[in-house]
């Protein structure tokens, strides 16, 4: 199975660094997926949730705030400035986690209806988790 290298980069240092089956992004111009030989392309990354599907099937979300991703054939990496990785909290961290991710994302945005897309997509990928 084609595989794709993910690295996920805020200003404290590596966050995720692992071969991906497949990445969502939400782009400027909208949310776009990227598979393994995927054609190169810069894009800026809007405050949302990268969702992480990882060779074995296991689903992975990070919230971010803002930043940029440089895709390739073989690789994508996203220079983010805040995230917060909802994956390997207990069910007690969880809810401290999603509030984190919630209060990155209002303090990157004021469109209100942005806000609660990206909320309801939080509440969503810690289910998942």
């Known amino acids: 199975m084609d595989t794709l290298r993910l690295e996920i980069v805020t200003p404290e240092g590596l966050i995720f660094d692992q071969d991906v089956k497949s990445v969502t992004f939400p782009g400027e111009e909208g949310e776009f997926g990227v598979l393994p030989k995927h054609a190169s392309l810069l894009s800026l990354l809007k405050p949302g949730v990268i969702e992480i599907e990882l060779p074995d099937g296991k689903k992975e979300s990070i919230v971010i705030n803002w930043g940029h991703v440089k895709v390739d054939e073989h690789k994508a990496v ?6 917060i990785p909802l994956a390997g909290a207990t069910e007690s961290e ?3 986690k999603i509030e ?3 209060e990155l994302i209002e303090k990157a945005s004021e469109n209100k209806a942005a806000l609660a897309t990206v909320e309801a997509r939080i509440e969503k990928a ?4």
Not at 126 to 129: D, G, P, R, V
């Open 78 to 83: 996203a220079l983010v400035e805040g995230a």
């Open 94 to 96: 969880i809810a401290k």
């Open 100 to 102: 984190e991710a919630k």
């Open 126 to 129: 810690a289910k998942i988790i």
